[in-house]
């Protein structure tokens, strides 16, 4: 079953018929994770890399600073500037040199929903000979499947010829039990270097292919008969409704009377997730709302939004559900844009007073503590 799942997943990002490979893993981090892993691997049993480093944007999911301080490889994280916020490939350009392990290009990122520009991190990749990760985590069977539902569709998979890895959650818009997800690599060359083998332990020759050593069989069933049931006319259909709905949600965002003057969406999302900010409004206060507030507000209509940072915003993660009631969200959210308009000083719900505190402190190991404080209190 888990052959017959890496399998499917290969041929949805077209990977090479005769080369491609991959893993289930237990859900995204891990799938980035190894997909790390492996190449710092490759790079030091390769080209006798001893002080690796990795080039990614800062909007990419945190489970590669993770990785990198799992891992010990040195970071650059890449700016990814107003209008467009993908990342500045000129600066990924200027940062590589003989340390670079890997390149991180995201399809779509978590925060935003924006993709960045992959062919262009592809020949880059292709020019200096290193690996390319995709993060299609979020995007997975959404962003697979765009264009035969009809949408513009990124370049971002393995027809792309740096593209060397893709992270997938099976268990996200796959509809998988929680605790699944496919990392891809265009060889299974790439792939061993993930494996970890002990031939001399004295409870005999020990090797996995991840992180984990027992894995639970009843995820990857899940999985499998999550997308067996599906197949590829119910996930184009799932597209088609998820997609519509968080363009329909743009489209209101943009040009409702209600909204479009105190909230803005950033970038151009193409899949899934539409983010918005707090528009610039020191010349029209009587417009102006406080994001934080504005979520805090949403959650007590039962809209429970992701709150961001840098810059202050929130995000909809349109999902099945969602996109069968994105009327009633664009009005409950024309409805507390009206109640926060000029009153961005209150700060009275748990998202603002979180984000407001932590935004306000330059030194961020203070906030890192009372994150560790708050993971404390989780088991007492």
Request: charged fraction near 20%; hydrophobic fraction near 40%.
């Amino acid at each position: 079953m888990e052959a017959e799942v890496v399998a499917m997943t290969l041929g949805l990002f077209h990977a090479p018929s005769d080369t491609g490979a991959g893993v289930t893993t237990s859900g995204g981090t891990e799938s980035i994770l190894v997909a790390v892993l492996a190449a710092r691997q490759k790079a030091y049993h390769e080209r006798g890399v001893t002080e690796p480093e990795m080039i990614l944007p800062k909007t990419a999911h945190t489970a590669f600073r993770k990785a990198g301080d799992y891992f010990k490889i040195k970071m650059h994280l890449v700016d990814c500037p107003e209008p467009s916020y993908r990342v500045h490939v000129p600066m990924v350009r200027r940062l590589i040199n003989s340390n670079t392990i890997l390149i991180v290009g995201s399809a779509p990122n978590f925060p935003h929903g924006i993709v960045d520009d992959i062919p262009a991190l592809s020949r880059l990749a292709v020019k200096y000979k290193l690996p390319l990760h995709v993060d299609c985590c979020l995007g997975s069977f959404m962003i697979a499947f765009l264009s035969k539902a009809g949408f513009p569709s990124p370049d971002f998979d393995f027809r792309l010829p740096g593209v060397t890895s893709i992270s997938v959650d099976t268990h996200k818009y796959g509809f998988a039990p929680k605790g699944n997800s496919v990392v891809l690599y265009r060889s299974a060359e790439m792939r061993k270097y993930q494996y970890y083998v002990c031939p001399d332990w004295s409870g005999g020759v020990y090797a996995s292919p991840n992180i984990a050593g027992s894995r639970p069989g009843a995820l990857i069933a899940g999985c499998w008969a999550s997308l067996m049931r599906l197949g590829e006319d119910g996930y184009v259909n799932t597209c088609l409704k998820i997609v519509s709905a968080a363009k329909q949600l743009e489209d209101a965002i943009r040009s409702s009377e209600r909204l479009r003057h105190s909230i803005a969406v950033i970038g151009k999302p193409m899949v899934s997730v539409v983010a918005f900010k707090a528009q610039d409004n020191h010349n029209t206060p009587h417009n102006a709302v406080d994001i934080y507030d504005l979520a805090d507000a949403m959650s007590t209509k039962g809209w429970h939004l992701n709150a961001l940072q840098d810059p202050p915003a929130i995000h909809v993660a349109v999902t099945l559900p969602v996109s069968s009631a994105v009327d009633d969200l664009i009005k409950d959210l024309e409805d507390v844009v009206d109640s926060c308009k000029g009153n961005v000083t209150s700060k009275k719900g748990d998202a603002a007073a979180l984000y407001g505190v932590a935004g306000s402190i330059p030194d961020k190991s203070i906030v890192k503590h009372l994150a560790t404080g708050f993971l404390d209190t989780l088991y007492k």
